[in-house]
Structure formats: structure tokens, C-alpha cells
Nanobody, 124 residues
Framework: DVQFVESGGGLVQAGGSLRLHCAVS????????IGWFRQAPGKEREGISC????????YYEDVEKGRFTMSSDNAKNTVYLQMNSLKPEDTAVYYC?????????????????WGQGTQVTVSS
């Protein structure tokens, strides 16, 4: 079974940083693209970034680039999202997701598997 364990969310002041973790099991990073997404209350889901075998590291256009960095540790089957200079508008539930195949799908399509999400709250 595919399983995700997301962690690292919490409450942080504006300008602060958080590092989200997503430990996955049940599949190989070689076979799936792994992505980070977020969804704020009343807003549509936004794609942040994706790592896949063919695309490497890709950032979607939905989220301001430069403040968020996605990385992976294949030996630990874990992906990370380093978030710096956080703003109140970054407040959302952050999800990791996986989609079978060597390419990163478009952010708006239906990905195969989703984690439970971790809450990030940025206070002003």
C-alpha cells in the first residue's frame, strides 16, 4: 500500500521558515513523480513543485519562486519542502502527492495518490 507521512507544519511568524517532510512507502521514486501542493480555505489547490525521474526538479507557476525549495532523499524515500520568508498568505494545508510515471504532470490534473496534509499557519 502507498503511504505518506507528512510532517513539519506548524505556526510560524511572518518572515520565518519551515521545512516540511513527506516520507513515502509502497513505491519507488524511480516510478513516480512526487509533488507538493497547498490549499487555503476557500481557494483552489495550488501546485508548488515536483520531482520526477525525467524532469528532475520542476516548479509550478502557481507559487512565487525563490522562497520554496523542494528536495529529495531517495535513500530515505523522503521529499522535503523548505519554505523561507513565509507570508500570511502562505497559510494553507500542504500536501504531498504522487503520480505514476517519469514525468511531472500538470499541477491541475488528478494525481494518483495524496497524503493527509500538514497545516502551515503564518501569523502577521
Amino acid at each position: 500500500d502507498v503511504q505518506f507521512v507528512e510532517s513539519g507544519g506548524g505556526l510560524v511568524q511572518a518572515g520565518g521558515s519551515l521545512r516540511l517532510h513527506c516520507a513515502v512507502s509502497g513505491f519507488s521514486f524511480d516510478d513516480y513523480a512526487i509533488g507538493w501542493f497547498r490549499q487555503a480555505p476557500g481557494k483552489e489547490r495550488e501546485g508548488i513543485s515536483c520531482i520526477s525521474k525525467s524532469d528532475g526538479n520542476l516548479y509550478y507557476e502557481d507559487v512565487e519562486k525563490g522562497r520554496f525549495t523542494m528536495s529529495s532523499d531517495n535513500a530515505k524515500n523522503t521529499v522535503y519542502l523548505q519554505m523561507n520568508s513565509l507570508k500570511p498568505e502562505d497559510t494553507a494545508v500542504y500536501y504531498c502527492a504522487a503520480d505514476w510515471g517519469p514525468l511531472c504532470p500538470a499541477a491541475g490534473v488528478a494525481w494518483d495518490q495524496w497524503g493527509q496534509g500538514t497545516q502551515v499557519t503564518v501569523s502577521s
